[in-house]
């Protein structure tokens, strides 16, 4: 497994043959890691937000095939072909928002595809190999954005978050928050303001309980107080996640942070995304075109087992909002910062990679 050194949550784990990952519903009241070893519990885990954020999702979806493929190892050549075939397409259907699913499912199917023909086994492990690097590489990839991230917020700054953009939601160090993490090792002194982010409170159970355990000041807020902080000068920057961003630079992440921008630019204040090339969907040309996941009306009905909203009212619960290109001051890559992205400048940073 990779170095994951640089932070101290561990969010995914290869033990005995089986993937296991920190159960994310359940934190921060208990520290528990199922273990999954189908593609199907895998999916389920995804879909129930075991496991959940863009990049973790990626490296969960990999590890979904791998380990079907090591299930599926002493079938023929035929079997063992029909039943990954069966796990990319139950592992695809899981969530519909974060790209890097769908990223990471592309890139495990064309290893399959050049390995046809091989012993069974061997392309397993071959999978296996590759679900690990994905993992590994995600982590350095948000080291390097954190380093370019770093940059962009000055000593002593108050930082916006929403959801949870950390070690949590990647395979390691985090992307919005890797960006904090970064700044912090390299001495800047912040304190970060933790939107709760209703309804399945990402940043009070996670972004709260991740920046805790790295001793990063964190003060949380619920979702609506931003406002009133940022007309009141105490907030100096926002950093976000993401979970696809459009050719022209629209970006999805989670509900309520179209919000937060609109707050942002009223207020004169930066609002960073920070976002990995495997959550660019180039094939997307506006954030129009990106699915919104509706969650399940429970989660807005109440949390934990406790009902507050009353018997037959109507619930929406989209779990996801765009926020437009115009809106955003950069974007925060392992290639780089773009300001102000538009079409161009993103097609640019691919044509660099
Ligand atoms: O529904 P979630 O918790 O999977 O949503 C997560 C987010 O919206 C994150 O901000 C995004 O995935 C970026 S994580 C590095």
Redo the contacts with the bound molecule.
Sequence with gaps: MPDQSSTTVETLRWRNNRIEMID?RILPGRIEYPGFDSAAGVAQAIRD?VI??????GCAAAYGVAVEALRLSTLSQADFARGLDNAFAVLAQS?P??V?LFWALDRMRKLHANLLGQPVAAVAQRLLEEAHNITAQDITINQKMGGFGAALLPDKSRVLT?????AL??AGH???LGVIRSAVLAGKSLKVFADETRP?L?GARLTAWELLQEKIPVTLITDNMSGHLMSCGEIDVVV????RVAANGDVA??IG?YMVAVLARRHNIPFYV?CPLS?IDRSITDGSQIPI?ERSDAEVRGYGGIEWAPIGVSIRNP??DITPAELVTALITENGVVTAPDRQKIAALFAES
């Design positions: 994310q937000m959940r954020g863009a990049p973790a999702i969530r928002t974060a890097n929403h959801c949870n953009a950390g939601a990647t985090g992307t919005a399945f990402q976000v996640g993401t979970d992440n989670k942070t920070a959550t996941e779990a996801f």
